[in-house]
């Protein structure tokens, strides 16, 4: 049987907020094999019962199953659009498809008729309370539908008739505030009601205007907290009506006394109002609001990716300290908030101090979170047991102390809540090694705790930003991992935003540094473009196109992408790049003592990131049709290359660098002379056996290193590189009892103490880049860039490593890949699934002969054993 599966409107399921004419895409169904697409035909009406069409594709020949477009169909605002599709394969037509839906915000700005309404005035720059909003309005009839447009400067919560209007977290979260604000559209139909209502918002500082960043500021965007909102009622009389934030509302100060991302919330029940966002409530003793001029053409919608309470983990060990502290451990680092219980007279506290680990003692251990407080503070109304969580703030921790609480302390009244943006789960990645099982789960739970609305670099001390590099480093790991389209391109458009005049990208976005770290030791010296770091303005948007096959993002992104090359080019000395403050092979082992950077020369590091973004982009223009940029990229791509050989390569061979990083990009970044090739290789073999198989690397060569081995014979050597568990390595962290992947590869050393206090995140993702090796090679799921995002895929297992069993599963835009495989002696047994309406090549580098059943599929040429394939499962065995 034959079905166009779920549909997906711009890789979201039923978005709400969607403001540009979007792209669809359906998972095709079918318990045949060897599926391929010969046509589809796409409708859309405003009605769900498709009695009346806005559009509908006629019969379409094509093979295409994801990003189809309704071309001609002018969406209007505030309109919910049904959709169905069917398909067939040239012997069989689907039915129609379940229908799917999306919802339009507001397409232009003109259409906002609010404004910002705050209940804090300038005077209030320097505090982080929250505040209450609200306004009561009457609905005059019976509600058809409701839907509320809103954001804030600061964080939000939105209320109508005393019930929150969505399972959203710190909203709108955190863009470049004066040039990119998000804002949220809900259905709100079911909480609005004929006769008296009443919405209410609760703010807080958040990013907006509370302390944030190295120089210790705040107010980075402005000084006081606000909201915009505007809820649009129909009647079913087919009427409408608009209530908006205006000098209508009225404000007051909340029970949120203070709250801030890196200090934490205090709370005093006491101070709640009962009922303050219901119709009921009595609210003649609030004060007019203050009118906020804002710029409303920066408004952006949010159809997805919004921050949510996502995972639950109960509390596991309550320890009594040798300093006799109470202690609960969750048994697992993460980010986001505790929830407790607690029962008590009016005016007792709650106080939990936040924290990752214990000391070689035992011990509470807050030195490396370092100015961060992490503290909440809850003071009791003292009625009847009471509930709280924290409302504009969150923590990075495994552990709490429980440094206030009445009465008897028990596990089963503390519950921590992993809050992160919401993508859906992609990958999976199991095997017969526990370690790198749990290396795995560490991997993936670092991607949790750092993509809170921006891929920070840590959650936990008072740092917490969007480090460039980082997320560069990770982002193919996580686009295995996840559905990251939506997170990443929300974040590229403030990476474009924040960008110099020139082209230059900043070291973090959203941008707090430039111009307020002076005094920085550090960031003192130059404020954006390093290399490895701002090349994430080039490399992500190519990552999302291999994952996704997807040329809008990089039609979106070219203007950022085609300034930051050239820049490199306008500031590049003689062809060789290295700018101001670079960061080079970040906290390598092989750094000078007291120093964080590597030993690799950061002109070498940073001029091979040169040619591999320009490279990138020579070819993303050629994707776009853009002949005359390609063309032109090409021929820089091919001088920087030039430049680099003659510049870091003797006439012999020898790199003028002699370190594990400068060999692995060399080779990775394909820098190495034919003729060099097999010599840089030895030399890197012979640098890993110098230091008994480990690596030095930081974060430059970290992400490459065994990609460098196994693309280059040598994949034994790359196995015994990740599975090396004593320091350094990536399971000498999970041997040490880690759940995330650690800033160092020695955070707690041997003995137990710590490496310095003063940068030693215990929830740090860059080093679990290793997770994209783990399915681009011991599963072998490649991406082919020729027909990019999976819509062909190379299917290249590498079995080694003492592994017994892997299996692998990603979630592509058409369906499932799945590669499982086990050995039973010398031999291997594989099975795989391919989507429909997708092909596959299988590779056996390693097979000497494939079971008999099988020959007849393969063929023999330089890259091994090679099998062409459709959609459907396939097994079988070979010989090694």
């Keep these: 049987m034959l079905l166009a599966g779920r549909i997906t409107v711009d890789y979201l399921?039923?978005?709400?907020?969607?403001?540009?004419?979007?792209?669809?895409?359906?998972?095709?169904?079918?318990?045949?094999?060897?599926?391929?697409?010969?046509?589809?035909?796409?409708?859309?009406?405003?009605d769900s019962d498709f009695q009346s069409l806005v559009f509908d594709s006629g019969v379409v020949e094509s093979d295409l199953s994801a990003h189809v477009t309704a071309e001609g169909l002018k969406l209007s605002s505030s309109t919910t659009?049904?959709?169905?599709?069917?398909?067939?394969?040239?012997?069989?037509?689907?039915?129609?498809?379940?229908?799917?839906?999306?919802?339009?915000?507001?397409?232009?700005?003109?259409?906002?008729?609010?404004?910002?309404?705050?209940a804090e005035t300038k005077a209030d720059a320097d505090n982080s309370k929250g505040t209450y909003l609200r306004r009561q309005f009457h609905a005059k009839s019976d509600i058809a539908s409701a839907v509320v447009y809103s954001t804030a400067l600061g964080l939000y919560k939105l209320y109508i008739n005393g019930n929150k209007v969505s399972e959203a977290e710190l909203a709108p979260g955190w863009t470049s505030y004066r040039k990119h604000l998000l804002y949220q559209t809900y259905d709100v139909t079911g909480l609005v009601q004929r006769g008296e209502n009443a919405v209410g918002a609760m703010l807080g500082a958040g990013w907006f205007k509370g302390l944030m960043g190295f120089a210790g500021l705040r107010n980075h965007y402005g000084e006081q907290t606000a909201l915009l909102c505007q809820l649009e009622i129909t009647y079913t009389d087919g009427s409408k009506e608009v209530v908006v934030t205006d000098q209508a509302w009225k404000g007051a100060d909340c029970p949120v006394l203070f709250s801030e991302i890196y200090d934490g919330e205090v709370y005093d029940a006491r101070l709640e109002e009962a009922g303050w966002n219901s119709p009921e409530y009595d609210d003649a003793a609030w004060k007019p609001v203050e009118i906020v001029d804002y710029d409303k053409s920066v408004l952006t919608s949010q159809a997805g990716g919004k921050v949510k309470e996502l995972d639950r983990i109960p509390a596991k060990e309550l320890i009594i300290t040798p300093q006799g502290d109470t202690v609960i451990n969750f048994g697992q680092n993460l980010t986001g908030w505790v929830h407790f219980k607690v029962k008590g007279q009016a005016g007792e506290r709650v106080v939990l101090n936040h924290f990752e680990v214990l000391d070689a003692e035992g011990n509470v251990y807050l030195d490396n979170i370092r100015k961060a407080k992490q503290m909440v503070t809850y003071t009791l109304k003292g009625e009847a047991e009471e509930?709280?969580?924290?409302?504009?703030?969150?923590?990075?921790f495994q552990y709490i102390k429980v440094a206030e609480y009445p009465g008897e302390v028990k596990l089963e009244n503390f519950e921590a809540v992993a809050v992160h943006s919401d993508m859906a789960p992609t990958g999976t990645f199991e095997c017969s090694n526990k370690d790198i099982n749990q290396l795995q789960h560490n991997i993936l739970w670092g991607m949790k705790g750092n993509f809170v609305d921006i891929p920070t670099d840590c959650p936990q001390r008072d740092e917490r930003l969007g480090w460039t590099g980082d997320a560069q480093i990770f982002c193919r790991t996580a686009s295995y991992l996840m559905n990251t389209y939506t997170f990443f391109s929300k974040w590229l458009k403030d990476v474009s935003a924040d960008q110099t005049p020139e082209g230059g990208v900043p070291h973090v976005v959203p941008d707090i540094v430039s111009g307020k770290a002076d005094d920085d030791w550090l960031l003192g010296q130059g404020s954006h473009s390093a290399a490895a770091w701002a090349d994430v303005a080039v490399i992500m948007p190519w990552t999302l196109y291999l994952t996704f096959g997807d040329t809008k993002i990089l039609e979106e992104q070219y203007d950022s992408m085609k300034a930051w090359i050239d820049f490199m080019q306008q500031h590049a000395e003689n062809g060789i790049?290295?700018?101001?403050?670079?960061?080079?092979?970040w906290v390598a082992l092989d750094a000078k003592e007291g120093s964080y950077f590597g030993a690799t020369p950061n002109d070498l590091v940073a001029t091979a990131y040169y040619a591999y973004s320009t490279e990138l982009f020579s070819k993303i223009a050629k994707v776009l049709g853009k002949e005359n940029?390609?063309?032109?990229?090409?021929?820089?791509?091919?001088?920087?290359?030039?430049?680099?050989?003659?510049e870091f390569f003797t006439r012999t061979g020898r790199m003028a660098a002699r370190t594990q990083t400068a060999h692995i990009i060399a080779l990775y970044f394909n820098l190495v002379p034919d003729e060099f090739r097999e010599r840089t290789i030895r030399t890197l073999i012979e640098l890993l056996e110098e230091n008994d198989g480990h690596l030095v690397t930081g974060f430059v060569g970290t992400p490459y290193f065994c990609h460098a081995l196994s693309q280059n014979g040598h994949l034994k050597e790359a196995y015994e590189l990740l599975l090396k568990?004593?320091?350094?390595?990536?399971?000498?962290?999970?041997?040490?009892?880690?759940?995330?992947?650690?800033?160092?590869?020695?955070g707690i050393k041997p003995d137990g103490t710590m490496w310095s206090p003063d940068m030693n995140s215990f929830n740090h993702y860059a080093y679990g880049a290793i997770g994209e090796w783990l399915y681009r090679v011991v599963a072998g799921i490649e991406a082919d860039e020729n027909k990019a995002g999976y819509k062909h895929t190379i299917i290249q297992p590498h079995v080694g490593g003492g592994l017994e069993y892997v299996n692998a599963k990603y979630s592509s835009v058409y369906g499932d890949i799945t590669v499982s495989w086990k050995m039973e002696g010398n031999t291997v047994h594989i099975e795989t699934t391919i989507p429909h309406n997708t092909t596959a090549t299988i590779i056996l580098d390693q097979a000497k002969s494939v079971a008999a059943a099988h020959e007849n599929q393969f063929v023999s040429n330089e890259k091994g054993l090679t099998a062409h394939v459709g959609s459907g499962k396939h097994s079988f065995s070979y010989s090694i």
């Excluded at 398909?87 to 232009?108: K, Q, Y």
């Excluded at 924290?390 to 990075?396: D, E, M």
């Design 725 to 746: 568990d004593d320091f350094p390595s990536w399971l000498y962290q999970v041997k040490a009892g880690a759940t995330t992947v650690w800033e160092h590869w020695d």
């Design 13 to 46: 399921v039923n978005p709400i907020g969607i403001t540009k004419l979007p792209q669809f895409g359906w998972i095709i169904e079918s318990d045949k094999s060897n599926v391929m697409q010969k046509t589809y035909r796409l409708q859309m009406s405003c």
């Design 387 to 396: 509930a709280y969580h924290p409302h504009f703030t969150f923590q990075g």
């Design 629 to 646: 940029d390609h063309t032109k990229y090409s021929n820089l791509y091919r001088e920087v290359v030039e430049t680099f050989q003659n």
């Design 81 to 118: 659009y049904y959709l169905r599709v069917k398909i067939s394969d040239g012997t069989e037509e689907s039915g129609w498809s379940r229908t799917a839906f999306f919802t339009t915000a507001l397409l232009n700005h003109e259409e906002w008729k609010g404004q910002f309404v705050s």
């Design 577 to 585: 790049w290295n700018y101001k403050l670079q960061f080079g092979d």
